[in-house]
């Protein structure tokens, strides 16, 4: 019997180790980018709050009192604070009736008491999270209220961040033909300082024609203030195995 000879690999006849393959990497990889795509769709998901959920139709505008049911659109609750009575969920006919602001599409206002001898006391939206976490706002339409207020319109935003508090004031063109071909909404992108609320305020300021408002289309970022776990869990396994396999070819060499 022929002896066998030192000369034959040792791993001969045994499962062959076999370092990833250019395609276990594209998986891999793949599988990375998912996983911090997860993550990031958790971190940044924008919701516009339109108010097209609302129930106004052609013949009524759908009042929501500050004492009662806030109006509640993509997670987030709006409502009238501070002196205001109630929102006032309108359409375009009834824009046409009311010579309202008219987008083309459904829209909230702010009333506000009068003032005696003149004017209101001003009108405010706020709008926070059903489940009280953070979140941003980016952009909005705002209006004045309707032809009748067709004067520049003195608009404060507050947010009520974990920083403090962050304003920013806006004054509106004073343009608003109601059904006429004018744009009475104006698009404004707010200043990247509304980050991280706990609550968002849209201030009309008192003025003698003024303090009504129009709002629509408001853009906010459902910002979480911490990563979903799940996310975290898949990113760290998707870790996991691009080390694991990165060791995985140097101990087949030993
Ligand atoms: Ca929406
Ligand atoms: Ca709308
Ligand atoms: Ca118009
Ligand atoms: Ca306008």
């Known amino acids: 019997m022929k002896a066998p000879t030192c000369q034959s690999s040792p791993l001969k006849g045994g ?13 891999i990889l793949f599988s990375f980018f998912i996983c911090c795509g997860l993550s990031i769709e958790d971190a ?8 097209e959920e609302s129930v106004a139709d052609d013949d009524h505008q759908q009042a929501y009192p500050a004492d009662g049911p806030p109006y509640v659109e993509d997670g987030f609750l709006v409502r009238a604070s501070g002196n205001t009575p109630q929102l ?26 009068l003032i005696p001898g003149g004017g209101f006391q001003g009108s405010s939206i706020l709008i926070e999270r059903t489940d009280a976490s953070l979140f941003s706002v980016i952009e909005l339409d705002v209006s004045e209220y309707s032809s009748v207020f067709d004067v520049p319109l ?32 104006e698009h404004l992108v707010l200043d990247p300082i509304f980050t991280q609320l706990s609550s968002f305020e849209i201030l009309g300021l008192p003025g003698a024609r003024s303090g009504l408002l129009a709002v629509d289309n408001i853009t906010v ?7 979903e776990p799940s996310s975290y869990l898949l990113v760290g396994f998707g870790l996991a195995i691009l080390v694991a396999m990165k060791n995985f070819p140097s101990r087949r060499k030993v």
């Open 154 to 185: 003195n608009l404060q935003f507050v947010g009520v961040s974990t920083g403090g508090i962050v304003t920013q004031y806006f004054v509106t063109d004073g343009v608003n033909d109601g059904a006429g071909p004018l744009n009475d909404f």
């Open 221 to 227: 970022d459902n910002i979480r203030p911490v990563a």
């Open 15 to 27: 499962p062959e180790l076999v370092g990833p393959s250019r395609r276990d990497w594209l998986w």
């Open 44 to 51: 940044f998901a924008l919701e516009i709050i339109d108010f």
């Open 88 to 113: 006032l969920a309108n359409n375009p006919a009834q824009d046409n009736i009311g010579n309202g602001p008219d987008g083309g599409s459904k829209h909230m206002s702010a009333l506000a008491p």
